[in-house]
């Protein structure tokens, strides 16, 4: 039996544009139900639907108890409602208090790509609002849950294979950088991956992915060899370089705006043991060390196996420099750090690691159920702006020192030549940035506090502080548009950093694969590619 109500997905959806109605992918004559039949599931079964009329019961609450009974009916013990211990294992395991304040209508833990298919569907099906969780590291709400809707944790996809030959990991997005470390690393292999242990695998890969390894071979993004995703119809698609290349440049960058991804498939890379750590310096040495990070920075092409970042920060009223200097042998003293080591330092704590130790490591860096905000610029490198941001930095952090637990951060890191070569491999990628444009910086900010009372004031200060920068920054021209969409705040729009071009052609690829823009209206967490979630209201 059919439903009329239910042909060809929820009216809210059909005024999108269906230029590319012609699509294998999604035709205009696209049947929600016929397309869950074909997944095996009589939609005229399920009680929760008996009754239930489509567009015109789309209340959040009507839609998603539908919604959330249909797959309690499909799926039994892999959804948990509100108030279950399943429930509360979801919300209660985000990095930031943000995250896990949202309230979703349901949890859903799948098992397998078709889960998914049969969760999109459904939400089609009844107009309930979705969102994905690989590893739920990002600062902002509805990020990774969708608040009164259904909140799919891919906690139970979490295989790590290799083909026959090793040249390829597949990761299911349920792994996290230490799940997916560990798995290779009696293989002596690894992935082009995250810096600590908690990370997913998910919104790290499909937001660019700075990596340990990117002097070596780029970031994340610029290692995947092939992408298994879930369209908006249900369809598993296999997305490389041949096969939907269109789709394959934009998932490099575009984040979730083109489906939901079950399997990255990366190339591996060898893993010896590596030498690194934090060497940290007090404010009479910060010229040196800001030195010492742009030297090393547009030295990259010298030595492709030194990572670094800095932070700068203040404790108990102690202004703090802390560079993180990682190489990817087990050398203690390599010659690219020379002028590092030279600075006299209050503390360093390098050593030899694997990658398993070093996540494991720097993962204390990152301490979760804080609430917690991102938010970074990209400038051209330069000395003397990098010097005047980080005085500017500590002339403001007074205006924050009586908020409760405010710990605010500036952390300095390069997109080196190397890095922007490689961006170019496999057709390119999204991201909009190419050798051309010489080494740059991404300032970012990081910064935690205890009281949502104090959200606003955390915002306004970072808010100031950047208009502030940029306005120096554009006029000493050396600003850039580019906004890293893994550490960018809710009120940003990373895609109009890519640049108008690319920015278009993400929107023809999404139409083409999604015409009536489910993973735009029902997926609306987290960046899409008309603007920043959060207009800024101060």
């Known amino acids: 039996m059919r439903l009329s109500w239910l042909l060809g997905g929820l009216s809210v959806l059909s005024g999108a544009s269906l230029s590319h109605a012609n699509s294998p992918i999604e035709p205009s004559n696209f049947n929600v139900t016929s397309a869950l039949e074909d997944l095996g599931v009589d939609v005229s079964s399920i009680p929760a639907l008996k009754g239930f009329h489509g567009a015109k019961a789309r209340s959040t609450d009507k839609a998603c108890t539908a919604a959330c009974s249909s797959l309690s009916y499909l799926f039994r013990s892999k959804v948990s409602a509100q108030d279950t211990i399943g429930y509360s294992s979801f919300t209660d395991s985000f990095w930031s208090v943000q995250q896990e304040e949202v309230q979703p209508h349901c949890v859903f833990r799948p098992t397998k790509n078709t889960d998914i298919s049969t969760a999109v569907l459904l939400s089609r099906l009844t107009g309930c609002e979705f969102a994905a969780r690989s590893g739920g590291h990002a600062a902002f709400t509805g990020s990774s849950s969708s608040p009164g809707g259904i909140s799919i944790w891919f906690k139970d996809m979490d295989a790590v294979t290799l083909n026959e030959d090793q040249s390829v990991a597949s990761i299911e997005p349920g792994n996290n950088w230490l799940s997916i470390y560990s798995a290779l690393e009696p293989y002596g292999l690894a992935t082009v991956g995250g810096r600590a242990a908690s990370i997913g695998v998910g919104g790290f890969v499909l937001g660019g992915g700075i990596s340990y390894h990117s002097n070596l071979y780029g970031w ?213 940035l190419d050798g051309s444009k010489g080494p740059l910086q991404i300032m970012q900010i990081s910064c935690w506090w205890l009281n949502e ?44 950093g890519y640049g108008e071009a690319n920015k278009d052609r993400l929107k023809s690829i999404a139409k083409k694969y999604d015409p009536r823009g489910v993973y735009q209206t029902l997926q609306p967490g987290y960046f899409k590619l008309d603007g920043a979630p959060v207009t800024r209201y101060f």
Not at 342 to 363: M, N, R
Not at 395 to 417: D, F, K, L, N, R
Not at 475 to 486: L, P, T
């Open 453 to 496: 009372s104090d959200d606003e004031a955390i915002y306004k200060f970072l808010n100031s502080f950047w208009d502030k920068v940029i306005a120096q920054a554009k006029k000493e021209g050396v600003y850039d548009e580019y906004i890293y969409m893994n550490y960018a705040s809710m009120f940003q729009d990373p895609i109009s």
């Open 220 to 432: 994340a993004c610029d290692n995947v060899e092939s992408f298994e995703i879930v369209s908006a119809s249900g369809k598993i698609l296999n997305v490389s370089e041949t096969s939907y290349p269109d789709l394959y440049w934009a998932l490099r960058g575009g984040g979730n705006n083109f489906g939901l991804v079950t399997k990255f498939n990366l190339y591996t890379i060898p893993a010896p043991k590596m030498y690194g750590g934090a060497r940290t310096f007090t404010q009479n040495n910060f010229p040196q060390a800001i030195d010492a990070f742009i030297n090393v920075a547009n030295n990259a092409s010298v030595d492709t196996h030194a990572q670094q970042y800095i932070a700068f920060f203040s404790i108990n009223g102690t202004n703090i420099a802390s560079a993180e200097l990682t190489y990817t042998k087990n050398v203690a003293d390599p010659q690219i750090f020379k002028e590092y080591r030279s600075i006299p330092a209050v503390s360093d704590v390098s050593s030899p690691k694997t990658l398993v130790e070093y996540v494991t490591y720097l993962e204390a860096s990152n301490p979760f159920h804080l609430r917690e905000v991102y938010w970074p610029i990209t400038v051209q490198m330069n000395r003397k702006f990098s010097r005047w941001v980080v005085n500017t930095f500590y002339s403001m952090i007074p205006e924050v020192a009586s908020i409760p637990g405010a710990q605010p951060v500036i952390i300095y890191q390069a997109v080196t030549e190397p890095i922007l070569k490689k961006m170019s491999k496999f057709g390119g990628n999204a991201l909009g």
